[in-house]
C-alpha cells in the first residue's frame, strides 16, 4: 500500500552525546570516586557507568585495575608543585615536596596504598625524585645516599598517608576518634607489668601525645635533618 504524503514518521528524540572516554576521562572518573569511596570503590563497572558505557570499552584505554591504579597514583604525582632548584635551601625544599605530596595523598583517601607494593615509574612520579635527588646533591649528599634517602622519604610519606586513611575509615566521628583511642592507649600502658616494660609504663602520656601532624612532622625531620651526616661539602 502506497504511504500517505500526510503521514509522518515519529521524530526519535536525540540522545544527548556520551561523555567523552579516554584514558585521561578514566583517571580523573576513578579519582573522583576514591576521593569519597577508597580504592576498593574503584572498579571498572563503576567507572564505565560514569560514562554511560560497559566495562569493555574502558580496556581499550587501561588494561587492568592495577594499571588504572598505577595511572591515578601518577595523575596525583603531578599535582605536586616542583619550585626551582634552591641550593641553599635544598632542605626546606624537600620538606616542601614531602609535605604537598603527603597533603595531597590524604585528600585521596586511602590511594597511597596503591603505590606500596610497586615502584612508581610514571612520569610525574620520577619528576618528583628526580627533583628531590637533584635537591640533595645541591646540597651535597653523595649520590648513593640522595638515591636512598629520597626512596625512604617518598616511602614514609606514603606509609604515613596510607596510615592515616585507615584510621579515617575506621573513625565514626573525625574528631572523637583520635582522642577515644588516645585515652584507651594511655590505660593499657599504665596498667602493663612495671616490671616488664618500665618506660611503657612511665610515659604513657608521651606514647600517646600529639596529634597526626606533629608525628608526621617529627618523622619527616627526622629523615631529612639525618641527611646532615652524609654532607661532604
Known amino acids: 500500500m502506497k504511504e500517505s504524503p500526510f503521514l509522518r514518521r515519529a521524530i526519535k528524540p536525540q540522545r544527548p552525546a556520551k561523555n567523552p572516554l579516554g584514558r585521561d ?3 580523573r572518573a576513578a579519582l573522583r570516586i576514591v576521593k569519597t569511596e577508597g580504592i576498593d570503590g574503584v572498579s571498572m563497572r563503576r567507572i564505565a557507568a560514569e560514562f554511560e558505557t560497559g566495562p569493555s570499552s574502558l580496556y581499550a584505554h587501561v588494561t587492568s585495575k592495577d594499571e588504572l591504579l598505577q595511572l591515578m597514583f601518577d595523575e596525583v604525582c603531578g599535582m605536586v608543585e616542583i619550585p626551582p632548584l634552591d641550593p641553599p635551601r635544598w632542605k626546606e625544599q624537600i620538606l616542601e615536596i614531602a609535605r604537598a605530596s603527603h597533603r595531597i595523598l590524604l585528600d585521596h583517601y ?21 627533583a628531590m635527588i637533584g635537591m640533595m646533591l645541591a646540597g651535597g649528599v653523595p ?16 606509609a604515613d598517608a596510607y596510615e592515616m586513611s585507615i584510621w579515617r575509615g575506621t573513625a565514626t566521628e573525625e574528631e572523637a576518634f583520635p582522642a577515644e583511642l588516645e585515652r584507651d592507649l594511655r590505660a593499657y600502658f599504665e596498667q602493663v607489668p612495671v616490671d616488664l616494660y618500665p618506660n611503657i609504663r612511665a610515659h604513657a602520656q608521651e606514647l600517646v601525645s600529639g596529634d597526626a601532624e606533629a608525628r608526621f612532622e617529627f618523622g619527616l625531620a627526622l629523615l631529612v635533618d639525618g641527611l646532615g651526616k652524609y654532607v661532604t661539602k
Open 143 to 158: 649520590a648513593q645516599h640522595a638515591a636512598w634517602a629520597m626512596d625512604r622519604i617518598f616511602l614514609y610519606v606514603t
Open 25 to 27: 576521562e578514566i583517571v
Open 110 to 130: 586511602d590511594l597511597a596504598r596503591a603505590a606500596l607494593a610497586i615502584v612508581p615509574t610514571g612520569p610525574n612520579a620520577l619528576r618528583a625524585s628526580d
